[in-house]
């Protein structure tokens, strides 16, 4: 099921939000969760919740602080199993079937200090077997094609905070997984690297398609970076709406905000927000 | 200049004070010793000299005795650190041993261990483990369990074997905590070849100062004293440096 990192890159992400996938349920990356339950304790974190993605399909999901969307973004990703209902990733049901199918990007970069940026962007294929020098070349090209190149010897205490990140974000490419879960990955970045950033990672995205679901408080990014939008309640967590971005949209980021077309879908978020945390 | 001038005046100050009152009596009478009891800090200096080969051979001896017993200690106490971490079994049932352990007083260790192991190297090393074990194992367990949980949930998605996360991310993790274990170690691995030595007095600086002690030796007895001391530092010293050289992003 693995794909191999140098897949060919001029796909286009270029389905409606929300439309079937062409290829069915069955398509690498497609996600489905069915009547998903979720309580820690006595706790009730996600209650009885209904979500498809197509394959290749980027989902956002906004929601309150605290309503449960990482713990949401976890269960996808196979960390953790629900206490009830079911989720269905790339026909995995299991935890182990779909953590094989899942790379996690989690909100702070989390690079290990004692690696080099190319030895932390490889980390998957070493984890695999393949050799340290065989990992690196491997990731060098991805360095080269994400802007990154000259840095791959550096450590991650040389580079910027938003270099960080796209690293972190290469190595969760470098896993070849076909889904991948972005938990506020730019969160912890200052408003001007934020921008850069998402314009980055809405290139790279069509550059090398993946199913993404991502995490995001910021009605306003997931909206730039995904094709829909899903806007949680408060705890525990249902979906209140579920928008499309609205498509096709500028690439230029502060092209893409300003239209008006999105200034009025990230209103309607903004209400939906505002209605499941009443 | 801060860092070297200010200790050494103070170190200075204090041997000169020793010096003044060693030799003008003083000391004596405050102590209500015999003056050729009390050592100056200039016959001290004298006996380091004369007796520098005796004080070199049994310093050989006690560094031997440090040196395998820290050694011991580091393979134990690392390898058991690793084994409560992977095992909440394993870690329930040795840590009250594990703690019990600390309680023992050497003093009253020592001459049991001299019955059980007999006279020798034996029971000395089995002190210097006793006491260099716990330090090391409590800060290196400790710093296994310093991974940030998202790291290791990043490195799960990532394909990693419980054994790759203990080696690419929590074992480089304990290393800072390792060598601060070890740091405590190696000056207490001192104080624990010397209570080894009083209890089976055969050679090294221990058994040299209890002998010198009861032969009114003064002056050789601190010479020992102050060799013990400096060894403890410079080992103190190397692992510093190791640590500086191996965890070099902190």
């Known amino acids: 099921m693995r794909q191999d990192t140098n897949m060919p890159t001029t796909e286009a992400r270029d389905f409606a939000a929300g439309a079937a996938s062409p290829a069915g349920e069955g398509a690498a990356g497609a996600v489905a969760i069915r009547d998903l339950s979720h309580s820690y304790a006595e706790l009730r974190t996600i209650e009885r919740l209904d979500l498809d993605l197509p394959a290749h399909g980027v989902l956002g999901l906004v929601g309150p602080s605290g309503c449960g969307k990482s713990t949401l973004l976890e269960l996808i990703a196979g960390l953790q199993e629900p206490s009830d209902g079911e989720i ?17 990007m989690p909100q702070r970069d989390l690079l290990l200090p004692w690696l080099s940026a190319i030895d932390n962007a490889a980390l998957a294929l070493r984890n695999r077997g393949v050799r340290r020098g065989e990992a690196r ?61 998402q314009q980055w990672l809405a290139a790279a995205l069509a550059a090398d398609p993946r199913t993404v679901v991502l995490v995001s408080h910021d009605v306003e990014e997931a909206l730039y970076l995904c094709d829909s939008v899903a806007v949680l309640s408060a705890r525990p967590a249902r979906v209140v709406t579920r928008l499309s971005a609205p498509a096709p949209r500028a690439t230029e980021r502060d092209e893409a905000v300003t239209d008006p077309a999105f200034v009025s879908v990230r209103e309607r978020a903004m209400q939906a927000l505002r209605e499941g945390t009443g | 200049m801060k860092r070297w001038l200010l200790p050494s005046l103070l170190l200075a100050a204090l041997i000169g004070a020793w010096q003044i009152a060693a030799s003008s009596g003083a000391l004596a009478d ?50 058991f650190a690793i084994a409560m971490h992977l095992s909440e079994t394993v870690r329930l049932t040795f ?22 192991f007999g006279f020798g190297i034996g029971p000395i090393l089995v002190i210097i ?103 403890a530092i410079l080992l103190y010293a190397i692992l510093a440096l190791a640590e500086r050289r191996i965890v070099t992003w902190r």
């Open chain 1, 88 to 104: 269905r990733v790339d026909g995995a049901v299991d935890a182990d079937g779909r953590l094989a199918h899942c790379a996690f």
């Open chain 1, 137 to 197: 070349r491997r990731a060098a090209g991805l360095f080269e094609r994400f802007g990154l190149a000259g840095f791959e010897r550096s450590a991650p205490a040389e580079l910027s905070g938003g270099m960080r990140q796209r690293v972190a974000f290469l190595r969760t490419l470098v896993a070849g997984k076909p889904v991948l879960a972005l938990d506020e990955p730019f969160a912890s970045l200052d408003a001007i690297t934020r921008a850069e950033m």
């Open chain 2, 30 to 79: 405050l102590l209500n010793l015999e003056s050729f009891v009390v050592a100056s800090p200039a016959e001290i200096a004298e006996a380091l000299w004369q007796s520098r080969s005796l004080l070199a051979e049994n310093a050989w001896v006690t560094l031997k005795e440090v040196l395998i017993g820290f050694g011991c200690a580091i393979v134990a106490g690392v390898g």
């Open chain 2, 95 to 116: 840590q009250p041993l594990i703690i019990a352990s600390q309680t023992i007083p050497i003093v009253v260790l020592a001459p049991i261990l001299v019955i059980g």
């Open chain 2, 129 to 231: 483990g006793l006491i260099c074990f716990f330090p090391i194992t409590v800060n290196t367990l400790d710093g296994l369990a310093s991974v940030d949980p998202e790291a290791t949930k990043m490195m799960r998605t990532l394909d990693a074997s419980r054994g790759q996360i203990l080696r690419r991310v929590e074992m480089p993790s304990a290393l800072p905590y390792f060598f601060s274990g070890a740091k405590i170690a190696v000056a207490v691995a001192v104080i624990g070849a010397v209570f080894g030595e009083l209890a089976a007095p055969d050679s090294g600086l221990g058994a040299l100062i209890f002998r010198d002690m009861n032969q009114l030796e003064t002056a050789r007895a601190f010479a020992a004293v102050a060799i013990l001391s400096a060894m």
